[in-house]
Each structure stands twice: as structure tokens, then as C-alpha cells.
T-cell receptor, first 115, second 118 residues
Framework: AQSVAQPEDQVNVAEGNPLTVKCTYS??????LFWYVQYPNRGLQFLLK??????LVKGSYGFEAEFNKSQTSFHLKKPSALVSDSALYFC?????????????FGGGTRLMVKP | EAGVAQSPRYKIIEKRQSVAFWCNPI?????LYWYQQILGQGPKLLIQ????????DSQLPKDRFSAERLKGVDSTLKIQPAKLEDSAVYLC????????????????FGPGTRLTVL
């Protein structure tokens, strides 16, 4: 079975400061990892994904994420937060043994960026 | 490129009534997904289609939920009869993924349908 944990319900950061949103996962095989963002009354928007290769993945809107196999983590990061980054962030995992392409999502982390 | 379209955006019904949601995926996307997102939780997969065939419906409450993708393009999700606990946002997503393909694609989501069951 595959699972994802986002240990923080909410992350507060001041505008201009770096931000980190945490994600840990569990799979039986090798993981495919994704980050999505959800703005109010909108569907999920794809930010970035890790499939293989370089552990640091760069995505949309200046976000990046670092894959750490030994810690089974895939934390989302941004060097300088913007107020407009305030939204709900979801980490998702797919096991490479899962031929059905099923994604399992974490419970989400609300990011609040204050001016 | 047009995104995933869903309708209606909002629906309010009373318990025991029926409701249907519609989804039109991104053109060319073979795989279509329906998710249920309860307030405060992450999306949970209900059913996955590849073209007009069901790939995974293990988490679909089949006593009341049904879904179809008859021509392999758009899809409908139906709830009959609805219960209070069905209140949620129903998200449709699509991707270029195919079973057993070595290529991994991202899923693209529609805006969702917010269902309130009274």
C-alpha cells in the first residue's frame, strides 16, 4: 500500500522569507512524487514531480522540491515566499509497482504568507 | 489548450435524491479519474478509466455511486440515493497515462463540483 503524510496542517511564513512544506511517503517500490496547489474554489494545479534523476526538482512559480530516499521525504521549498503563494498544498505519491497509475494524496497543508 | 471541464460547479440536494456530474477531459487524454474531496482532506480516488474501460473502482461505493465513460471521452458520475456524508467536492482529472507504459504523466484537474446534501 502507498501512503503520504503531511505533518503540518498549516505553515505560516512572512513574505520574502524561505518556506518549506513537509511531505513523507511510504511505498513498496520506487516512488513517483507530485506536488499540487489548490486555490479557493479551484481545482488542483500541478506544481512539480519527481520521477527519477536529480533529487532537486524545479517546478512552477519558483517552487522546488527535494527528494530524499533515505528519509522518504519530498519537501516543497521556495527561497522567497509571496503573499500570492497562500493556498492549500497537497503532496501525492504513486508506487512504480502500481500499474494502474493510482495517486494517493496527503491531507494537505495550508500555507499562509503574511505581508 | 482547454483544461478539464466540469459541470455543474455547485449542487444542493436533499438526502435520498439523485445527482449527476459531468466531466470533459483534456483532448487526447486516455485516462480519466474521479476523486472525492471531503472538506479538510486530500482527494480520494473513486474511479479511474482508460478510454472507456474501468481500471480501478476499488474505492467507489458501488451501492450508490456509478460512473461511465461510454465513448472514451467525457464521463458522468452519479449518486443515487445521496447521503449526508456524500457532501464533498467531486474532482475530475485526466492524463496521458496508459497502463504499463514506462512514461509517467501528470494529472490535470478540473475546477470540481461542490455537492451539498441536506
Amino acid at each position: 500500500a502507498q501512503s503520504v503524510a503531511q505533518p503540518e496542517d498549516q505553515v505560516n511564513v512572512a513574505e520574502g522569507n524561505p518556506l518549506t512544506v513537509k511531505c513523507t511517503y511510504s511505498v513498496s517500490g520506487n516512488p513517483y512524487l507530485f506536488w499540487y496547489v489548490q486555490y479557493p474554489n479551484r481545482g488542483l494545479q500541478f506544481l512539480l514531480k519527481y520521477i527519477t534523476g536529480d533529487n532537486l526538482v524545479k517546478g512552477s512559480y519558483g517552487f522546488e522540491a527535494e527528494f530524499n530516499k533515505s528519509q522518504t521525504s519530498f519537501h516543497l521549498k521556495k527561497p522567497s515566499a509571496l503573499v500570492s503563494d497562500s493556498a492549500l498544498y497537497f503532496c501525492a505519491v504513486r508506487d512504480n509497482n502500481n500499474a494502474g497509475n493510482m495517486l494517493t494524496f496527503g491531507g494537505g497543508t495550508r500555507l499562509m504568507v503574511k505581508p | 489548450e482547454a483544461g478539464v471541464a466540469q459541470s455543474p460547479r455547485y449542487k444542493i440536494i436533499e438526502k435520498r435524491q439523485s445527482v449527476a456530474f459531468w466531466c470533459n477531459p483534456i483532448s487526447g487524454h486516455a485516462t480519466l479519474y474521479w476523486y472525492q474531496q471531503i472538506l479538510g482532506q486530500g482527494p480520494k480516488l473513486l474511479i479511474q478509466f482508460q478510454n472507456n474501460g474501468v481500471v480501478d473502482d476499488s474505492q467507489l461505493p458501488k451501492d450508490r455511486f456509478s460512473a461511465e465513460r461510454l465513448k472514451g471521452v467525457d464521463s458522468t458520475l452519479k449518486i443515487q440515493p445521496a447521503k449526508l456524508e456524500d457532501s464533498a467536492v467531486y474532482l475530475c482529472a485526466s492524463s496521458l497515462d496508459r497502463l504499463y507504459s514506462p512514461y509517467i504523466y501528470s494529472q490535470y484537474f478540473g475546477p470540481g463540483t461542490r455537492l451539498t446534501v441536506l
